[in-house]
């Protein structure tokens, strides 16, 4: 498992270069690509993670040069979940359907169908994983 974290953090360490931090333009909406992989995910051989890596670069780099990139987070391999009425504490991530989020991109399209096609060109899909989209609506107007 913290081989599969290593090769998504080598995959995704090109978010910081790119993202822009900046507010949808006019004419353009928010989405949050939430970018989950298998929890017993296999890790392929060195080559398929090298060429993945590179896939991931490419995407980042599109995505900067366009200015559809408005951020990129990738959470820690450590944490706990807290869950029910209880409370109760669970060491980990959150793990659903055998799927762990291993990274959020927030981008500007202009509207589902822009969002759809950036998120199906994700690099993560060639090694298994899904993205999810979703509006982001902001709460602080």
């Keep these: 498992m913290k081989r599969i974290f290593l ?3 080598l995959a995704l360490i090109s978010l910081g270069v790119f993202a822009q931090n900046a507010p949808a333009k006019a ?5 949050i690509l939430i970018v989950r992989f298998r929890s017993d995910f296999v890790l392929p051989s060195g080559d398929v993670i090298a060429k993945n890596i590179k896939a991931w670069q490419d995407y980042m780099g599109e995505l900067g040069k366009s200015g559809k990139i408005a951020g990129g987070y990738r959470p820690g391999n450590t944490g706990e979940t807290i869950s029910g009425t209880a409370q109760t504490t669970k060491p980990g991530p959150y793990i659903a359907n055998n799927e762990l989020v291993s990274s959020f991109l927030i981008i500007n399209a202009k509207d589902m169908d822009e969002a759809r096609a950036i998120a199906k060109k994700c690099p993560v ?11 982001i609506q902001n709460t602080t107007n």
């Design 125 to 135: 899909f060639q090694l298994g994983g899904s993205v999810e989209i979703r509006q």
């Design 7 to 9: 090769s998504l953090t």
């Design 27 to 31: 004419g353009t909406q928010q989405y």
